[in-house]
């Protein structure tokens, strides 16, 4: 029988090695693609995306133009970065230049694999 301290110091152990395993900076990989908005929904929430990949891993299932959602991505405008509101890039007409980080998120189950913005820049 493990007493109650005991307990308390293998719980703390489990914390610390998934704290561990969670504060890692590497990160996956982004794929930075560059070019220009050729659409903006009203909301800015959505762009057509024109342009290349010019960092990063090429993409295994998706396409680097055509449609993405930027409105949970941080965005930068130039002078620093944000993480609410729209960017001024997506508030303008089409086209605007812009640059995007993007990483590949596989399919699980019945989930399906699709490209993620974590950040946007108005150029």
């Not at 890692?24 to 794929?31: A, H, I, L, R």
């Given at each position: 029988m493990v007493d109650r301290?005991?307990?308390?110091?293998?719980?703390?152990?489990?914390v610390a090695?998934?704290?561990?395993?969670?504060?890692?900076?590497?990160?996956?990989?982004?794929?930075?693609?560059?070019?220009?908005?050729?659409?903006?929904?009203?909301d800015g929430v959505n762009v057509f995306f024109e342009g290349e990949r010019v960092a990063?891993?090429?993409?295994?299932f998706i396409d680097e133009e055509g449609g993405w959602n930027v409105g949970a991505a941080d965005w930068f405008d130039g002078r620093s970065w944000h993480d609410s509101g729209k960017a001024p890039c997506v508030?303008?007409?089409a086209p605007?230049?812009?640059?995007?980080?993007?990483?590949?998120?596989?399919?699980?189950?019945?989930a399906p694999?699709?490209?993620?913005?974590?950040?946007?820049?108005c150029l």
């Open positions: 301290a005991g307990c308390v110091v293998v719980a703390a152990i489990v090695i998934g704290f561990a395993g969670c504060s890692s900076e590497e990160g996956q990989p982004v794929t930075v693609l560059r070019g220009k908005t050729t659409l903006v929904n009203p990063g891993p090429k993409f295994d508030e303008k007409p605007q230049p812009i640059e995007m980080g993007v990483v590949e998120a596989a399919s699980h189950d019945d694999g699709r490209g993620v913005i974590v950040w946007l820049k």
